[in-house]
């Protein structure tokens, strides 16, 4: 399946799998939440339309580490939107993941070729794909906001839709305009694929943070979410035998570090 039509179906599936429980979610809800709701979806839309069109104009490779800037752009709406400075404890740790996120898109070979492929190769989809980090980084400070004040779960299912109805109407757009033609070939790989990303991926991991990201900061959320590459190298290193670089394992250890130093030095500072 073409990329944003696999976000459809993602997204869908889960909207239809919470569904059925829509009178429970939304048992003492009202239009505020509404509201809260349509403001996460369409953030987490256009973060995750955003990725999809602008990987097809960029290298994977690129789109990975401009997508890790988010955690540079967090802290920074932290200050301007909730007027909240990132500790020094999250300054570093988000240093470090970015110094991490440098080795993991380094090729092996010259620690800074990622630099000078963007230099001096930057096209369309690497400005989506920086787009797509800008918003990435805006939903975690939203959510922040957001879920101090409502309900986690109408704002589950609500962020949810708006993302699925999003990705169909995406979806149509780009496939009229021939951007990412709509292809959906079914195959037993593609459902199960499906069903994990819609329950796993989707409905539990929206849940989690939605209600449990307000009690540490956005920024320090996004160093947490920073993990991503570490978990997809490790999968692949076991289930499909790719191997890592010495350059990836050293950016997966500063990740980790990164994390380590922000969680030792705020409880240090509690």
Same mark, same amino acid.
């Given at each position: 399946?073409? =990329?944003?039509?696999?976000?459809?179906?993602?997204?869908?599936?889960?909207?239809?799998?919470?569904?059925?429980?829509?009178?429970?979610? +939304?048992?003492?809800?009202?239009?505020?939440?509404?509201k809260g709701g349509l403001i996460l979806g369409l953030i987490y839309f256009l973060g995750f339309a955003l990725q999809t069109v602008g990987l097809n104009y960029t290298t994977a490779t690129k789109s990975g580490f401009i997508t890790g800037t988010f955690?540079?752009?967090?802290?920074? +709406?932290?200050?301007?939107?909730?007027?909240?400075?990132?500790?020094?404890?999250?300054? /570093?740790?988000?240093?470090?993941?970015?110094?991490?996120?440098?080795?993991?898109?380094?090729?092996?070979?010259?620690?800074?070729?990622?630099?000078?492929?963007?230099?001096?190769?930057?096209?369309?989809?690497? +400005?989506?794909?920086?787009?797509?980090?800008?918003?990435?980084?805006?939903?975690?400070?939203?959510?922040?906001?957001?879920?101090?004040? +409502?309900?986690?779960?109408?704002?589950?299912?609500?962020?949810?839709?708006?993302?699925?109805?999003?990705?169909? /109407?995406?979806?149509?757009?780009?496939?009229?305009?021939?951007?990412? =033609?709509?292809?959906?070939?079914?195959?037993?790989?593609?459902?199960?694929?499906?069903?994990?990303?819609?329950?796993?991926?989707?409905?539990?991991?929206?849940?989690?943070?939605?209600?449990?990201?307000?009690?540490?900061?956005?920024?320090?959320?996004?160093?947490?979410?920073?993990?991503?590459?570490?978990?997809?190298?490790?999968?692949?290193?076991?289930?499909?035998?790719?191997? /890592?670089?010495?350059?990836?394992?050293?950016?997966?250890?500063f990740i980790f570090a990164g994390l380590l130093v922000t969680e030792l030095l705020d409880k240090n500072k509690g």
């Open positions: 399946a073409s =990329p944003m039509v696999f976000i459809s179906f993602r997204f869908a599936l889960a909207a239809l799998i919470l569904l059925p429980f829509v009178k429970i979610i +939304f048992k003492n809800s009202h239009l505020k939440e509404l955690v540079i752009f967090t802290p920074v +709406f932290q200050i301007f939107i909730e007027k909240k400075m990132p500790t020094r404890a999250n300054i /570093i740790g988000a240093g470090l993941v970015v110094l991490g996120l440098i080795f993991l898109s380094s090729n092996g070979e010259s620690l800074f070729d990622i630099f000078n492929e963007l230099g001096s190769n930057f096209n369309i989809g690497d +400005f989506f794909t920086l787009l797509c980090a800008f918003f990435f980084a805006l939903y975690l400070v939203y959510v922040d906001i957001i879920s101090k004040k +409502f309900d986690y779960m109408p704002l589950t299912f609500i962020q949810i839709s708006i993302t699925a109805v999003g990705g169909i /109407i995406a979806a149509t757009v780009l496939g009229a305009f021939s951007i990412e =033609p709509v292809k959906l070939i079914v195959t037993s790989n593609l459902v199960w694929a499906i069903l994990y990303t819609s329950i796993l991926a989707t409905i539990v991991t929206t849940i989690i943070q939605t209600k449990y990201q307000k009690v540490v900061t956005p920024t320090k959320a996004g160093i947490i979410f920073s993990f991503e590459p570490i978990f997809a190298a490790t999968l692949a290193f076991f289930m499909l035998k790719e191997s /890592i670089s010495s350059f990836g394992v050293v950016g997966c250890i």
